[in-house]
């Protein structure tokens, strides 16, 4: 079955650049997050959606960090004016109720 | 505040040994308990959970789990590491229903290298 896909598995970008990231979560699934895993270090929450409630974005590191979540299904996280410090792993994770998540391979985004 | 901690950073085992890795955390509620496995350059898999129920878990690859309430722990043990093990582990807890449960709090991760 098909799992948690996320598109492009790579991103090289320049600093100031805008970057989008793109999750397919599980069909069925109500909650999707976005986790940031820098080099060798542990996962960073980002974002949480759960079916049509507000998102939590308490994780979000800053004002150029913004993620949408289109028809309860596919997920955007988009980075505005890519600094260095952004370069990391970025997951997607889709899930139900209070069950495992599933995780997609990741984006891993380098910025020049 | 919620928090799970993973004390060990990297954890050094020889094949055929038993193996911990540990999870400790502070969670508002009953939580709920995950390990997750990362091997290089691959996403996060599921090992196991808790939810409720027996205290010890069994999870995939021979992989077990015991929730300790009293001391707030969830330790991943192994009786025999296999060198195919060495990865990076992440202990995950959600808080219990009655919080928002399905927000996860991820330790830092512990390296586990299990040495031929």
């Known amino acids: 079955g098909a799992g948690v896909s996320q598109s492009p598995s790579n991103k090289v970008t320049e600093k100031g650049k805008d970057v989008e990231l793109r999750c397919d979560p599980i069909?069925?699934?109500?909650?999707l997050y976005w986790y940031r895993q820098s080099l060798g270090q542990g996962l960073e929450f980002l974002i949480y959606?759960?079916?049509?409630?507000?998102?939590?974005k308490s994780g979000l590191p800053s004002d150029r960090f913004s993620a949408e979540r289109t028809g309860g299904s596919v997920s955007t996280l988009t980075i505005q004016r890519t600094q260095q410090e952004d370069s990391a792993v970025y997951l997607c994770?889709?899930?139900?109720?209070?069950?495992?998540?599933?995780f997609g391979p990741g984006t891993r985004l380098t910025v020049l | 505040a919620q928090s799970v901690a993973q004390p060990e950073d990297q954890v050094n085992v020889a094949e055929g040994n038993p193996l911990t890795v540990k999870c400790t955390y502070s969670?508002?509620?009953?939580?709920?308990l995950f390990w997750y496995v990362q091997y290089p350059n691959r996403g996060l898999q599921f090992l196991l959970k808790y939810i409720t129920g027996d205290n010890l878990v069994k999870g995939s690859y021979g992989f077990e789990a015991e929730f300790n309430k009293s001391q707030t722990s969830f330790h991943l043990k192994k009786p025999s590491a296999l060198v195919s093990d060495s990865a990076l582990y992440f202990c995950a807890v959600s808080p219990g229903a009655e919080y928002n449960f399905n927000k996860f709090y991820f330790g830092s991760g512990t390296k586990l290298n299990v040495k031929p």
């Open positions: 069909s069925g699934h109500t909650a």
């Open positions: 969670v508002s509620g009953n939580p709920y």
């Open positions: 994770a889709s899930g139900s109720s209070y069950n495992e998540q599933f």
């Open positions: 959606f759960q079916g049509n409630s507000a998102p939590d």
